[in-house]
């Protein structure tokens, strides 16, 4: 089976971040992030966000999403988010066991949660009968792989602000978005009001470890004890530090990014010349979303496998990753057509 294009959380690690990984594992150091790398790696973060951002990092993108809704929220809370937010449908409901808080799913405009989605929700403040609006959660990139405009992230942040609420962002494909943008993470985020950001490095190039920042100190006195609780503490945290240094040297990151976002528009530039393929979604980072005849989806499948993402509308989701060919694509493409004359 050749690669595929089922998730880019099945690609590898880069080997530049192999190398940092390989740079950490020397010696002895004090473990649960007491070590050099994991300071190193926290100042860079403070570096690109601000010194009074803290930092917390994790094991996976739903330890990150936790952590960050736990930290802000009681189990009287509700948290407000779009039907196909990654905390709502692919979490195994990890955020309401952690959080003990409601989940209220609003149907996406593209992908996205929008302000007149939000604002029905929007009740019920200081009655005791009514789980209490605390946050507003939103995905960056979303996962119909939009990308939320820095002046649509200010407007939520502002209405939640409005009514003493927070907004979240999970960033796991967080570079995508970036260089889709062609701004800095500052700029789309604590600029733009958000709170609580899971910034993601596993689906861009790196082995695990995803950070949580918090924009606001006054939120984390009790983090690291909420993280520790949740199993989201390792104690060789300096291979996570490790690898975000590397992550971070020479905008490695960037060059990920930019080359899994090309790879998806090559895609879908390839497609869109194919009569019986229906493009549903603007590519805008790493996914391409496409009405396919059910016929050939699972003879494609066998040979670059990805997953359906609508089946009663034969709806599919193809992801490209740094590691993504152009050969692949082609091949992928040229069997597309392929199956469509002999099906």
């Avoid at 003493?164 to 970036?178: E, F, K, Q, V, Y």
């Avoid at 996914?287 to 609508?310: S, T």
Wanted: hydrophobic residues 40%; glycine residues 6%.
């Amino acid at each position: 089976m050749k690669k595929g294009f089922a998730s880019d959380n099945n690609s590898g690690v880069h080997p530049l971040i192999f190398k940092s990984m390989e740079a950490a594992n020397s010696g002895h150091v004090v473990g649960y992030g007491n070590d050099p790398f994991t300071e190193k790696a926290i100042k860079i973060f403070k570096g690109i966000f601000g010194e009074e951002t803290e930092v917390f990092f994790v094991f996976n993108g739903t330890g990150a999403n936790v952590l960050g809704l736990s930290t802000v929220t009681n189990s009287f809370h509700s948290v407000i988010c779009a039907e196909t937010a990654h905390i709502q449908e692919d979490e195994c409901g990890a955020p309401e066991k952690f959080t003990g808080c409601k989940l209220l799913a609003v149907e996406p405009v593209n992908g996205k949660v929008t302000p007149a989605k939000v604002l029905p929700h929007l009740k019920g403040f200081d009655f005791e009968h009514h789980s209490q609006p605390r946050v507003i959660s939103i995905s960056q990139v979303t996962e119909m792989g939009t990308v939320y405009q820095p002046d649509e992230i200010k407007k939520l942040s502002d209405l939640a602000h409005k009514h003493n609420m927070l907004l979240h962002m999970d960033g796991a494909r967080i570079a995508n978005a970036a260089v889709s943008l062609n701004l800095d993470f500052k700029s789309f985020t604590k600029d733009c009001g958000v709170d609580i950001l899971s910034f993601g490095g596993t689906k861009n190039g790196m082995m695990m470890g995803e950070a949580v920042l918090f924009f606001n100190p006054e939120l984390t006195s009790l983090t690291k004890y909420i993280r520790k609780q949740s199993m989201q503490l390792y104690s060789k945290m300096r291979f996570v530090g490790a690898q975000f240094i590397g992550y971070f040297k020479d905008d490695l990151w960037k060059k990920t990014a930019n080359h899994a976002n090309a790879m998806a528009k090559l895609l879908e530039s390839e497609v869109a010349k194919i009569p019986e393929i229906k493009i549903t979604q603007p590519v805008k980072a790493n996914g391409v979303f496409a009405i396919v005849p059910k016929k050939i989806i699972e003879p494609l499948q066998n040979q670059f496998f990805f997953y359906v993402w609508d089946e009663i509308n034969s709806e599919v989701r193809w992801m490209t990753s740094f590691d993504t060919t152009e050969e692949e694509i082609y091949d992928f493409v040229k069997l597309i057509k392929e199956l469509l004359v002999s099906k």
